[in-house]
Every structure is written in C-alpha cells, then in structure tokens.
C-alpha cells in the first residue's frame, strides 16, 4: 500500500480535527440539554442529517471518479480503434497500387505519430517491422508481388498484436493458436491471389 500524498493527509487530518471538534460541541450540546429531551431529539436528528450528507457526498464524488476513469478508457479505446484502422488501411492501399508515392509517405508518418500516441510497445515494435519490409521493398521504386506478400504478412502479425491492445487477453482463447489461424488466413489468401 502507498502512503498517502501529503494534499491527501492534510485532508485527512483537517477532516478528523473536524471530527473531533463537533464530537465535543455535540456533547457539550447534548450534556446541556439534558433536561430538555426534545432538544435531545433535535440535536440527534440534526446529526444524523450532517452523516447522511457526509456519506453521500463521499459515495458521490467516488462515484464520479470511476465514471470519469470509465470514459476517458473509453475515448482511449475509441482513438486507438480508430488510428489502427486507418494504419491497416492505409497499408493495404500502399500495397495495393505497388509503390510508395509522397503523399503516401506523408500520412504514413502522420499515423506512424498517433501510433505513438496511443498504441501499446508491442504494437509499436511490430509496426516498425512492418516499415522495415516496406522501406526495403520500395528501394527499387515498385513494390513486387512478393514483396507485398511479405509486407502482408508483417500486417498480419501487427493486426494479432492490434487486437491484443485493443481487447485484451481472453481467458478461454488461445493467443498462439489465433496467431496461427491469422497467418494461416493471410498465407490462403497468398495463394488465392497468386
């Protein structure tokens, strides 16, 4: 367990020297009332309303933090989706026309920086494997077809990676056998095309 941060421990002290200072008013209060019960039972019900509120406003403003966590985790998943979907996309029209022309190479880096942003180390590492393919297959100006074949089985491999980040490990899956089956996908569709 952390020890807590020091704006946090002078809240808590600040909170218990409150405590205690209107423990010892109402039983001043309490104690002077004592020959008047129905001062009793309204100093009783006026404490009991300030614990009320004190709760209620702790559950509230708990509550209001793990709904601020739960959707900025969901507009982090919503950027990440969609800056991998942009990048496979863009991949394949690269692919697709057989070079790599200025334009291209522009919005590649432009998504290699979100990539930065958001993605996770693993699927950064594997992205870089797919630029290295990709570099060394447009050296000679044109991408050949085995040359997008390999650049597609990079992809292949980074979409495993993709979706690991994105949904996380499943308890009943297998992740060596859905890394299997992605590359058996892409190698079918190898020789579909060629």
Same mark, same amino acid.
């Given at each position: 367990?952390?020890?807590?941060?020091?704006?946090?421990?002078?809240?808590?002290?600040?909170?218990?020297?409150?405590?205690?200072?209107?423990?010892?008013?109402?039983?001043?209060?309490?104690?002077?009332?004592?020959?008047?019960?129905?001062?009793? #039972?309204?100093?009783?019900?006026?404490? %009991?309303?300030?614990?009320?509120?004190?709760?209620?406003?702790?559950?509230?403003?708990?509550?209001?933090? *793990?709904?601020?966590?739960?959707?900025?985790?969901? *507009?982090?998943?919503?950027?990440?989706? %969609?800056?991998?979907?942009?990048?496979?996309?863009?991949?394949?029209?690269?692919?697709?026309? %057989?070079? *790599? #022309?200025?334009?291209?190479?522009?919005?590649?880096?432009?998504?290699?920086?979100?990539?930065?942003?958001?993605?996770? %180390?693993?699927?950064?590492?594997?992205?870089?494997?797919?630029?290295?393919?990709?570099?060394?297959?447009?050296?000679?100006?044109?991408?050949?077809?085995? #040359?997008?074949?390999?650049?597609?089985?990079?992809?292949?491999?980074?979409?495993?990676?993709?979706?690991?980040?994105?949904?996380?490990?499943?308890?009943?899956?297998?992740?060596?056998?859905?890394?299997?089956?992605?590359?058996?996908?892409?190698?079918? *569709?190898?020789?579909?095309?060629?």
């Amino acid at each position: 367990m952390t020890p807590p941060r020091p704006r946090a421990a002078a809240q808590l002290l600040l909170v218990l020297l409150t405590c205690t200072a209107a423990y010892l008013t109402f039983r001043f209060l309490f104690n002077a009332s004592d020959s008047f019960p129905f001062s009793q #039972e309204l100093l009783l019900v006026f404490i %009991g309303a300030v614990a009320t509120v004190l709760i209620t406003a702790a559950l509230i403003n708990r509550q209001t933090e *793990l709904e601020l966590r739960k959707e900025g985790q969901v *507009l982090l998943l919503d950027r990440k989706s %969609g800056v991998y979907f942009a990048l496979i996309e863009h991949l394949g029209e690269i692919v697709e026309k %057989g070079r *790599l #022309e200025e334009e291209a190479l522009a919005e590649l880096r432009v998504l290699n920086h979100k990539l930065a942003m958001v993605a996770d %180390g693993d699927v950064i590492r594997h992205f870089g494997e797919v630029l290295s393919r990709l570099e060394r297959a447009v050296r000679d100006g044109d991408i050949s077809d085995d #040359e997008q074949d390999r650049i597609m089985r990079a992809a292949a491999e980074l979409t495993w990676w993709m979706r690991r980040d994105l949904l996380g490990r499943f308890v009943d899956e297998d992740p060596e056998a859905v890394l299997r089956a992605i590359r058996a996908n892409n190698a079918g *569709l190898e020789s579909a095309g060629g």
